[in-house]
């Protein structure tokens, strides 16, 4: 009713006055008429407000809004919820925040925003906001998490090297069958055998790693290439 949004947009606006982005959080995921209106709220804090950017990524709010991204059917709700995924990303201090597929998904919110073609009015975004809030996050993630994390996993000196080019995730996890297959296993084996978990496990973290810097490149191309056709 008009007596009840009202009073939601009152709401909305005291917690955005008081910068309580938590609490316009969890408005967002339990209001499904207003999500725009609390998403816009968001959105326009995360991108004045560093503070703020990183109260949402320290307390989970990403991870919401990209559920809110990849569940919404409505073309204005994804362009604001991809848009401050974006904002939030140069907020990212390690690669704690682009490991278990976070990382890849907060890509296909960036991709979202560089293949968006038309842009609907209730949202207050336009074009440069997308492109340059899209340049800015993949800047970051390139230079200060990505491409430091490469080059030391490339460096036979490193803790963090693995060959990852020669041994897929299928052929450790047939040598670890083979090796599991006489039961029952004494105490030593079962430290073998969890350690031999442990690498694979390693491993597939390492090419999830991998995917995840390619895709950034491909964008980085990408957003390159649209630069220069609209110049």
């Given at each position: 009713t008009a007596k009840a949004d009202s009073k939601m947009t009152e709401e909305i606006n005291t917690l955005v006055q008081n910068k309580d982005v938590f609490s316009l959080i969890c408005l967002l995921r339990g209001h499904l008429n207003n999500r725009l209106q609390i998403a816009k709220a968001i959105m326009k804090?995360?991108?004045?407000?560093?503070?703020?950017?990183?109260?949402?990524?320290?307390?989970?709010?990403?991870?919401?809004?990209?559920?809110?991204?990849?569940?919404?059917?409505?073309?204005?709700l994804r362009v604001v919820t991809a848009l401050t995924v974006a904002y939030i990303v140069p907020c990212f201090t390690d690669l704690t925040h682009c490991r278990g597929n976070s990382g890849l998904k907060t890509l296909e919110c960036?991709?979202?925003?560089?293949?968006?073609?038309?842009?609907?009015?209730?949202?207050?975004v336009t074009f440069r906001d997308m492109r340059e809030a899209v340049a800015v996050a993949l800047?970051?993630?390139?230079?200060?998490?990505?491409?430091?994390?490469?080059?030391?996993?490339?460096?036979?000196?490193?803790?963090?090297?693995?060959?990852?080019?020669?041994?897929?995730?299928?052929?450790?996890?047939?040598?670890?069958?083979?090796?599991?297959?006489?039961?029952?296993?004494?105490?030593?084996r079962q430290n073998q055998v969890r350690g031999r978990w442990r690498r694979m496990e390693q491993r597939q973290d390492m090419l999830e790693m991998k995917e995840l810097l390619e895709t950034t490149v491909?964008?980085?191309?990408?957003?390159?290439?649209?630069e220069i056709e609209i110049n």
């Open positions: 804090l995360a991108k004045k407000e560093s503070n703020i950017r990183n109260e949402i990524r320290s307390s989970g709010g990403l991870h919401s809004l990209v559920t809110f991204f990849k569940s919404s059917g409505g073309q204005d960036l991709q979202y925003l560089l293949d968006v073609t038309t842009i609907p009015l209730k949202t207050d800047t970051y993630l390139w230079i200060n998490i990505l491409q430091p994390f490469w080059s030391e996993c490339h460096d036979p000196s490193s803790s963090q090297y693995l060959d990852i080019h020669h041994r897929s995730i299928g052929e450790l996890s047939d040598q670890l069958s083979t090796s599991t297959s006489s039961l029952p296993l004494s105490p030593n491909s964008l980085l191309v990408k957003l390159a290439k649209s």
